[in-house]
């Protein structure tokens, strides 16, 4: 995943914001799938968190990116 670049135009972050939530979900129902069964591979599971994790914080960059000021509009 490569990592933001705030030079870009609007258009392809908010394309880079719609492929990270997808990815985002996609891991959710994977772990949520891991953690019904029982899984034999702890190792992965933990790995699939982590990304997601990753994948938020770059979720939530991107976003104040797009609206560096939310609040502004309340």
Known sequence: ?????ATEPPEALQARLVDLR????DLDEAINRLTVTPADDQLLLR???????L???RISALERMLDPNPDEYA
Request: proline share 5%; no cysteine.
């Open 55 to 57: 994948i938020k914080d």
């Open 22 to 25: 997808i990815e985002h979900r």
């Open 1 to 5: 995943m490569e990592p933001t670049d």
């Open 47 to 53: 790995r699939l968190k982590k990304r997601k994790l």
